[in-house]
């Protein structure tokens, strides 16, 4: 069955009333709120340390996207596989990677999730299922297929969450890989989370297809939009997609509508954008509003609100002076984790 969801305003975000009843538990929403935080707390100490020059080369941050990872995560198993683009801290985090070994991988330090070798956008992690995570613009979306194919061949019924920006669905990847998980009914989530822009260029400007969960309706696949602005709605979408995938009816996919606060990557100002369009979108941060909601419940006290807080800016305290601490990787690092063994049983006769 192939689903369609109304479309949205294009540019401009309306706020929403605070819900008057809760759906969620308080743990739950404690959880997202703690998540979103610890993302965002981290993404702006690495710009901070950036502009110290503790960071080198690229830095793309999540910050205003923190809702997703939020949503996905309460839904997902920790067997389930996730792959994604190079905006990635905050994936990583949430599927997780600590907050010190994320920051000791960003300044190079041995110490980082991979030794110090992939930087910023190339974090990787078999302990946490996180496959990247990746540099090439949709060079992940065939590869999230792939682990999909895995777990099939396997007999798994794990899923993989294939990630990748509004820029990386231009790309002719996508539709091989799309034709290919429909065809072969590959147990593969594909998210686009679409904060508006590839770089500095609009989707309007890019695409006369601008609803991006379109593309997939041409395959047949079960395609809806979603707003990527809460985490509530990021879980219940999650939570039917993951259940038509486990059933084994195949893949699914979904436009996450986002919207990052900061430039593409730290060189770029977004002078593209208007105050305008800033200002609507800063009236709806996922983490201002779910700090809202946890305080119209009555979940959580300012005080107790402003107790996360503190352990959350500890904990990034720690992540710094950690990286800070840690070595740089040997020279001879060069020659390690350059190839492994595989793991598939009849590949090692």
Aim: neutral net charge; proline residues 4%.
């Amino acid at each position: 069955m192939v689903l369609e969801t109304v479309k949205p305003a294009k540019k401009t975000a309306v706020k929403k009333a605070p819900a008057k009843k809760a759906i969620y538990d308080k743990e739950q929403y404690l959880n997202w709120y703690t998540l979103m935080l610890r993302i965002r707390r981290f993404e702006e100490r690495c710009l901070m340390a950036y502009s110290q020059q503790k960071i080198r080369g690229f830095l793309h941050v999540y910050i205003g996207q923190e809702a997703i990872t939020a949503g996905m995560e309460s839904v997902l198993r920790p067997t389930d596989c996730i792959t994604t683009g190079y905006r990635q801290h905050g994936t990583a985090i949430g599927r997780g990677v600590t907050t010190k070994a994320a920051m000791a991988e960003l300044y190079g330090k041995f110490t980082g999730v991979n030794k110090g070798k992939g930087g910023s956008m190339h974090f990787m992690s078999k302990e946490f299922k996180y496959f990247g995570g990746n540099g090439i613009v949709g060079a992940q979306i065939p590869i999230g297929a792939g682990i999909a194919f895995a777990e099939k061949y396997r007999g798994t019924d794990n899923l993989c969450v294939t990630m990748f920006g509004d820029g990386a669905a231009r790309q002719g990847a996508l539709h091989e890989a799309f034709n290919m998980a429909m065809t072969w009914k590959l147990p593969v989530l594909f998210v686009c989370e679409n904060n508006h822009y590839a770089m500095g260029t609009s989707v309007e400007r890019t695409s006369n297809v601008q609803d991006i969960y379109k593309l997939g309706l041409g395959y047949e696949m079960p395609s809806e939009q979603v707003d990527g602005m809460t985490p509530e709605s990021v879980h219940e979408a999650v939570e039917r997609a993951a259940a038509h995938i486990r059933s084994g009816a195949g893949p699914y996919f979904l436009e996450i509508k986002t919207y990052r606060y900061k430039g593409h990557s730290v060189s770029d100002p977004g002078s593209y954008r208007t105050r305008e369009e800033l200002k609507a979108y800063q009236d709806i941060d996922p983490l201002k509003v779910t700090e809202d909601k946890i305080l119209q419940f009555g979940y959580a006290t300012e005080a107790e609100l402003e107790a996360i807080k503190e352990r959350v800016k500890a904990e990034i305290d720690e992540a710094e002076a950690f990286a800070d601490a840690s070595p740089f990787p040997d020279a001879s690092e060069l020659y390690t984790d350059n190839y492994a063994e595989p793991d598939y049983p009849f590949m090692k006769d």
